[in-house]
């Protein structure tokens, strides 16, 4: 099983408005390891540095500073042209993340070809019917025919995560998987992503400003505020007993049903 350690993660962007230059820090001194069959929770507001720390860890930014390990099950550090076959990213919109001109079997059989997972037509097709298959898709055949404005965006999000697997990947960084879903369809893909992860024993990081489902599907909760984690531990004990006052002010300001409750009760 594989394992990718975060070691003081920085990243800097250099901007420039007309003659004056500043460096922003977007993520400062940020380390955590994704261990298999654990969720990691990385919870704050927009602009907090979160989807910067996805797109580190997949290898689509270089960080300025630290360092990413991902050691395969004998703990020896795996080659970096190996990174991406462990490591993949679940997009935050998956209409924006496909391509609409091409059907769901091309989105799926080009990452188990380049990745050198199946070769020849036939072993691929089937390779792609067993994913779908995978993620609750069906008819896979029928599925597979269809293009990205054909379908859901329940089923668009469960296609995003059956290409993140179709490499292999033993890492998923899901970047706000189900912020783009109706309420109705999150639950679905949450439970698929815990399923596949139980099956597979997957390493994830969630990546959400959803306390209440950060709180039921990860392990382990980073609070990050202005790039830097302020806090971190198992889900409940940040999540409801929280020490650090951002953490106070974001559970302060999560729905509650119950307090709602309360509160008409008192107020008839």
């Not at 020896?76 to 462990?86: E, G, I, L, S, T």
């Not at 799926?108 to 199946?118: E, N, Q, S, V, Y």
């Not at 969630?206 to 990050?224: G, K, N, P, Q």
């Amino acid at each position: 099983m594989t394992t990718l350690e975060a070691t003081h993660l920085v990243k800097e962007f250099r901007l420039r408005s007309g003659f004056r230059r500043e460096v922003f820090r977007a993520v400062d001194d940020v380390s955590f390891t994704l261990a298999p069959g654990r969720t990691v929770a990385l919870v704050g507001e927009s602009g907090s540095g979160k989807s910067t720390i996805a797109r580190l860890l997949t290898r689509l930014d270089r960080p300025t500073g630290g360092a990413i390990t991902l050691r395969g099950a004998d703990g020896r550090p795996v080659p970096d042209r190996a990174h991406r076959d462990h490591v993949q990213l679940v997009f935050q919109d998956p209409f924006a993340s496909l391509n609409p001109f091409h059907t769901v079997e091309h989105h799926l059989a080009r990452p188990l070809l380049l990745h050198g997972r199946t070769r020849g037509a036939a072993e691929t097709h089937q390779a792609v019917l067993h994913l779908l298959d995978r993620v609750r898709l069906r008819p896979a055949e029928d599925i597979a025919r269809r293009r990205p404005h054909e379908l859901s965006g329940g089923q668009r999000q469960r296609v995003a995560i059956a290409r993140a697997l179709a490499p292999g990947a033993q890492v998923v960084v899901a970047d706000e998987p189900v912020s783009m879903l109706d309420v109705s369809l999150r639950r679905g893909v949450l439970e698929l992503l815990a399923r596949l992860q139980a099956e597979d024993h997957l390493a994830v990081l969630y990546i959400t400003h959803d306390l209440a489902t950060a709180r039921h599907f990860a392990d382990d909760v980073l609070v990050l505020y202005g790039g830097r984690v302020v806090e971190r531990g198992p889900a409940d004990d940040v999540l409801l007993r929280p020490r650090h006052p951002y953490t106070q002010l974001l559970a302060a300001s999560a729905p509650d049903p119950a307090k709602r409750v309360t509160a008409r009760k008192e107020s008839a």
